[in-house]
């Protein structure tokens, strides 16, 4: 378990629900990823992000899904590319990078609490 922290230093996570609007392949990534495109509404709009989900998820397959994202970390180059935001996963059973969603679609742009 990590350190254990308060509730107000949760708050500051800013934690929202996208929808990929387009996924691409990212060859120059030092280990297989994808370049994402994510909507988050008005108030934050179309943000960019690396993810190294390339074992469990298609480029079609992406498009259209509701994720979730950490949206008040600072961009962070990756290669080629600057990451706007850091879509969110938990490791399968080999460790794999499956996608954390909400149960049903909701309106994007919602914070986690």
Known sequence: MSDIITF???LKVDIRVGVIKQADSFPEAR??????????GDEIGLKKSSAQITTNYTLDELVGKQVMAVVNFPPRQIGPFMSEVLTLGVPDEEGEVALISPSKDVPIGGRLY
């Open 8 to 10: 107000d230093d949760f």
């Open 31 to 40: 280990k297989p990823a994808y370049k994402l495109l994510i909507d988050f």
